[in-house]
């Protein structure tokens, strides 16, 4: 590592030093500048050539060393990075601590096609070795809501992970409510390896050709709003598909889970996962319950009463309210949480006296005090005030959103509305399928009649000029056609600025292509302007504007891929638009000035600076605008969702949404799958869908 930061350096240092050096001679040479055995102005523009060339090159020395070792060599590298996110989804899914309920299963025998070798039962702690006996290694997890089966997968793939050998598939985890299922199997488990682990496409693409990688398929069950899906639901096509996807010599490995009801619903229409082992997860029967009470709390005999009343009435209503891991894990949570003099805050105690005369009560009842647990637990961010009653209201508009899309199957643009996912770049929707959209291109509309402020400031006074005509008519048309596609482009993609791009031949050509046609324009734009200023310095200006604008131009990247932080997606298309912006500011304001400031004077530098500014806009504009993409737009029309959410509407939002859920994650209310977050578990997201005030059981106990 510090001799590749080192080679940077050195590198960043030369370039440096050659495009100070073409600044000073500009500098010093261009009042006077006679064309003669050496030319000034060619020297100057030659050593500002040269530096770009020479970063350019350490870019293609870099992208020399990133090209992608052997399939093995980056399976390798992607099992740590997956060990590493599933260690921490699983401490999450355990209300951060490391003991669980040891998990029992039972073996359910499809009609036909199952894998040989499955044992009639299981249990969490030999989870991988049940999946290993299997031929072929398919193992669906089926069980009520709550059971575990996320948690059973989890495990599964930690200790799958922990003793890999370097011929084992990789275990990797995909909420199947986020796939579309007319895309390829293929292609969307590499575009996850791309979005979530930044491997390049061709690397993902080889070990999912290889099958280095074993699918782990989370929830079945949310990929229709139907809880009895059928033979053409988006669940059928799923099992369907995953039923062709093949291993050279049969199928190939994969986990699925489903909750029961779906998978009897489907399977009574004939689609269920051929040559895979069926297990169903029992519910937590009392002794588990009890050893996993005295295993997670820190005063046993606080639970005394509790225990007595589970032993006494095991199939009661508080038996099979805490029959499931996630139950036992709120009843901890919520019951063990300590005031900062280290009394508890409940007694749960009380927790038998409460008249919960259903299993669905015990389970309100404990969805109830967990918001206010975490929120207690969990201090805010420097700067922000996060009260109960604002994160249960600020969650609870975004779980009524999703639930919408999941209940009514809602598209806009021709894309599905997820009913899990929460990417804040695409989250716009739920402030209405137009106003973002409206507010989005009155941002930018905002913005161009700055732009014509400023410029009919900086523009002579006086007299009218053919240059005049031009600059006044570019500003228009590029104001006119950014607007117009901020309101267009239903869905913008975000752009981020990757040197990574580098690592393939693919992204070497884009670059190359990129470049040439920014070089190429800003070297138009310039013989343009050379009817004020000249050829020479027309053509200077335009080649350094060119190399500069080609080379952020070049390193944009349009999508998701790569982004690590859900985040980061709108923070990266922001610093891209910020960036594209500075180099041109810079290239202008420190070069240019100096050069253009000394010949022609102030107000012809800004009339040449604001005529190559923006006839090099307006063709990025033409491009994107005819595609997709305008650098920032992705980040506007989020900008316009915090304006369309504000506490004097009906459905508020926290100003800095991105920060508010980064706390969430931490506190343990949401989780993150890729760029997106979601829900710790359905059941929360349905509860605080319906239950927009609080609960009137969260304040009926005591601290103790």
Known sequence: MTGKRGGAFGFGAVTALLLGAAVA???????????????????????????????????????????????????????????????????????????????????????????????????????????????PRRLVITGAPGAGKTVLAVQLMLRLLETRTGEDPVPVRLSLASWDTDQPVDEWIARHLVDAYRLSVAAAEALVKARRVLPVLDGLDEMDTDPDPGYASRAGRAVRAFNAYQQSTGKAGLVLTCRSRVHEALAAEGVWAHDAARVEIRPCDPDSVQRFIGDRVDDPARWSRVREALAQDPHGPLAAGLSTPWRLTLAVTVYEERLPDGTYRRHPQSLPGLALDTSEAVGKHLLGLFIP????????????????????????????????????????????????????????????????????AALVAAVSMVGWAVLFLLLPPTGTSLIMFFIVGVVALGGVLTTYTAWRDVWPQPVRMDLERLRTPVGRRHFARAFVLALASATAAGAVSAITIGPVYGLAFGLTVGATTGLVTGLARHGTPGVMDPNGVVRNDLAAWLLYSLSTFLVFGLVFSLVFGLMVGVVSVVTVAVVITLASVLMDGLRAGLSTGNRGMASVRYMALLLCTRRWGSRPLPWRLGRFLHWCYGAGLIRVAGIAYQFRHRELQEYLAHHVDGDAAAGTDEPS
């Not at 099992?79 to 003991?99: I, N, P, S, Y």
Request: overall charge negative; some cysteine; glycine content about 10%.
């Open 25 to 135: 001679i500009s500098g010093r040479t261009f009042p006077g500048a006679v064309v003669g055995d050496v030319d000034p102005v060619g020297m100057a523009v030659g050593l500002a050539a040269l530096a770009v060339g020479v970063w350019t090159g350490w870019l293609t020395v870099r992208s020399l060393r990133w090209q992608e070792a052997a399939p093995a060599d980056v399976a390798e590298r992607l099992a740590v990075e997956v060990l590493d996110a599933e260690r921490a989804a699983g401490r999450q899914l355990l209300g951060d601590h490391d003991k669980t309920i040891d998990i029992r299963f039972t073996f359910r025998p499809a009609p036909t096609h199952n894998a040989d070798d499955a044992g009639p039962e299981g249990r969490l702690k030999e989870v991988a070795e049940y999946y290993r006996l299997l031929r």
């Open 373 to 440: 647990t975490v929120a207690a637990q969990c201090p805010a961010p420097r700067g922000a005030t996060y009260t109960t009653d604002d994160v249960r209201a600020w969650l609870a508009m975004l779980a009524a959103y999703l639930q919408q899309n999941a209940t009514t199957g809602q598209q806009v643009g021709g894309r599905l509305l997820s009913g899990t996912d929460i990417v804040l770049h695409e989250l716009w929707p739920l402030a209405g399928t137009r106003l973002p959209r409206a507010v989005s």
